[in-house]
């Protein structure tokens, strides 16, 4: 069975600090995408990137990047200088396989981010 | 207009009461999901439907009945609900396709906070 783990369950570091968010998953797929989303307190899970399996370049996106390292069954998130705004539950997730035309995404538990002013 | 949205965004109810909640999507999207978050558990699909069919129904208790009558929205039908159904309820939608291997990013509505007396 597919699983994510996210092992960090509570991170709280002071802004301007660089934070980063561990993802390992296990899947027998050789095909898969992963994905991390983040749930602000006003709950609504907010999209942040995507990832082919193929695809092992790492991605930066502003403040935000993510190292997927296929050999260690990794998806990791670093937030550069963080921000306040950054305060959140973040989520990794692991697609299954598509099942008559729908996938399912298995979610790790989640990591409570708290970036204190 | 928002892409997916819920209705309503709060709820408490008795076990004896019937319910439903409400999803929209307004991506253009052909496939939508209901998940459950509760405080003990990482995110649970329930269900999902497919050009308007449930193609996954993840042993969730027929107290909870889903019901897509196209593909813009999506109900959670709700009777005889226990204190454990308190939970956020979350809708996705992606717009999944047939090609093999395809698999598009899904986006969530911001939750039912639902409250079970």
């Known amino acids: 069975a597919q699983k994510v783990t996210q092992a960090q369950t509570e991170i709280s570091v002071v802004e301007k600090e660089d934070v980063t968010l561990d993802c390992v998953y296990e899947t027998r797929d050789t095909t898969y995408y992963l994905f991390w989303y983040k749930q602000p307190p006003s709950g609504e899970l907010v999209f942040l990137i995507r990832?082919?399996?193929?695809?092992?370049q790492n991605e930066i996106s502003g403040r935000y990047s993510w190292n997927f390292q296929k050999s260690t069954s990794s998806f990791n998130f670093t937030i550069t200088a963080s921000q306040v705004v950054d305060s959140a539950v973040y989520f990794c997730a692991l697609s299954e396989d598509i099942i008559q035309g729908a996938q399912k995404l298995v979610f790790g538990q989640g990591t409570r981010l708290t970036i204190n002013p | 207009e928002t892409g997916v949205t819920q209705t309503p965004r709060h709820l408490v109810m008795g076990m004896t009461n019937k319910k439903s909640l409400k999803c929209e999507q307004h991506l253009g999207h052909n496939a939508m999901y209901w998940y459950k978050q509760s405080a003990k558990k990482p995110l649970e699909l329930m269900f999902v439907?497919?050009?308007?069919?449930?193609?996954e129904n993840n042993s969730v208790p027929s107290r909870f009945s889903p019901e897509c009558p196209n593909s813009s929205h999506l109900f959670l039908h709700l009777h005889t609900l226990q204190p454990e159904d308190s939970a956020l309820y979350l809708c996705a939608s992606s717009q999944d396709d047939e090609r093999e291997g395809y698999l598009d990013t899904q986006y969530f509505g911001p939750g039912t906070r639902l409250t079970v007396l």
């Open positions: 439907y497919n050009f308007k069919e449930q193609t």
């Open positions: 990832r082919n399996s193929f695809d092992e």
